[in-house]
């Protein structure tokens, strides 16, 4: 744990303090019950992909962090958050839901332009912002202390991230508009190189990597992931895609195809097994579909994936935000609109029989941010400067206007969300920068540390077969 930090202040001590008052049985036993709540189902019927699932999550503090948002919000349900008491509508925006060191990355804007940005919007939902900032601090910890940064650096690092959070805050409140974007422009050092390497790759060398030419035409390569279908799951599939087809915004179809037309050659369709932290054995499908022309060049692949329940929503009940949040492949779209300053076109949602989906292409342009090349102080402090603006564009674009929202649904209503978020936020710091930057640090080295422990736990109970349900894994 960490000892001797520059700061002395009461964050979120509640939800801290009952877990730093749990011994080591106690806590085993806290994992074990809020796993089985939540995953026991879905256990029993596929215990082998929950025990790939468990031995990935097992492998590292920072895995099991990246596989455990459960548990997190099963944590902080009972978090004292002044910021939030004291303004309850900064409790109410849209957040991320999964925001860790590892959540971010480059994707191609419906403009053509190159972003850096958060990705993966799973977990989205509507909540305190102070979740989304504690989230992805503690996960800088687990990267710093994983580098071998003392806790002085580590703390340094949590700072800097936190300080270009706010400030980007306060720079929205002094724009006329919501527009923001980290681009080859405005950029610098890792950054910028990853988008730079992002740039440099080749539409048709992605496609050539994943499928193959056969009687002049393209079909995917088939693996030990990638499986054909039967007919019954095609016409299933097909089905579904001319669902997602009309989520659509039509201004996005005509960017993506000439104008006028209307038709999507669908030219295969394979299942793929998906080999996530967070995924479990969760069957997800690839679409192969005609490109913009007859040529092979620009074909274009589709995933369509089964939308998870957001694990916020475990613990915020809003009946009002429930029901537009029914279907999880609309919420995690509505959640993207929300808080991506502009989001790929090909961006939809479907439902497989009962099972909600969420669609999406799969690019060349789209790159992780990758943590093993970034290890010099200087480089990360670089780094998470970034990543506090980016946290804080999320948040505060969510107000704008949602012309482009899918074609079947409104705005969520500013009675559930507030008007300006970024002034929403200011309001509950209410001036005490310094306060909110020493809280949230707080908050990020101490339960970083804490994940630590819950790791070597969770680690103990899996080698031993002592998680119910894997016993014979």
């Not at 596929?46 to 990246?66: D, H, I, L, Q, V």
């Amino acid at each position: 744990m960490p000892d001797n930090l520059s700061f002395d202040c009461n964050a979120s001590k509640k939800a801290i303090d009952r877990i730093r008052s749990e011994s080591d049985e106690e806590r085993s036993q806290f994992l074990i019950d809020v796993f089985l709540k939540y995953f026991g189902d879905d256990i029993k019927k596929n215990p082998k992909a929950f025990s790939g699932r468990f031995r990935k999550m097992s492998s590292s503090a920072f895995n099991f962090y990246r596989g455990s948002a459960l548990l997190f919000y099963q944590d902080l349900k009972i978090d004292k958050d002044q910021w939030i008491h004291t303004n309850k509508t900064a409790g109410n925006i849209f957040i991320h839901g999964d925001l860790h060191a590892e959540n971010f990355g480059t994707y191609l804007d419906n403009n053509g332009i190159l972003n850096f940005d958060v990705n993966d919007f799973d977990e989205g939902y509507c909540g305190p912002f102070t979740w989304d900032v504690k989230r992805l601090l503690a996960s800088l910890y687990l990267i710093g202390h994983s580098k071998g940064f003392s806790d002085r650096e580590i703390e340094e690092i949590l700072r800097i991230c936190v300080e270009s959070y706010l400030k980007k805050v306060y720079d929205f409140c002094k724009q006329k508009n919501d527009y923001f974007a980290l681009t080859l422009k405005n950029t610098s050092g890792k950054i910028k190189k990853l988008l730079n390497e992002t740039r440099i790759k080749s539409h048709v060398a992605h496609l050539d990597s994943m499928t193959n030419i056969e009687n002049y035409d393209r079909r995917f390569i088939r693996s030990k992931i990638v499986q054909d279908i039967d007919d019954t799951t095609r016409t299933d599939i097909l089905n579904a895609f001319e669902s997602y087809i009309k989520s659509v915004p039509e201004s996005k179809k005509t960017s993506g195809y000439s104008e006028g037309r209307k038709d999507y050659k669908v030219k295969d369709v394979v299942a793929r097994s998906s080999p996530g932290v967070g995924s479990a054995g969760k069957i997800s499908y690839s679409i192969l579909i005609e490109g913009p022309t007859e040529t092979l060049e620009n074909d274009i692949i589709l995933y369509m994936k089964p939308a998870q329940k957001s694990a916020i929503s475990y613990v915020i009940r809003n009946p009002e935000l429930e029901k537009y949040f029914k279907h999880d492949g609309l919420r995690t779209v509505l959640c993207s609109y929300a808080m991506q300053a502009s989001t790929p076109k090909w961006l939809g949602y479907t439902s497989i029989g009962s099972i909600p989906c969420l669609v999406d292409e799969v690019t060349a342009h789209a790159e992780d941010l990758d943590w093993d090349d970034i290890n010099e102080f200087k480089d990360v402090i670089e780094v998470v400067g970034y990543l506090g603006q980016a946290t804080a564009k999320i948040h505060c674009v969510a107000d704008s206007d949602c012309k482009n929202t899918p074609n079947d649904v409104a705005c969520l209503p500013f009675s559930i969300i507030p008007r300006q978020v970024e002034k929403t936020i200011r309001d509950a710091i209410r001036g005490n920068d310094q306060e909110f930057i020493n809280e949230m640090v707080e908050f990020g080295m101490v339960y970083g540390a804490l994940v630590q422990r819950d790791h070597k736990l969770f680690f103990e109970l899996f080698r031993n077969k002592h998680i119910p349900g894997l016993e014979e894994q």
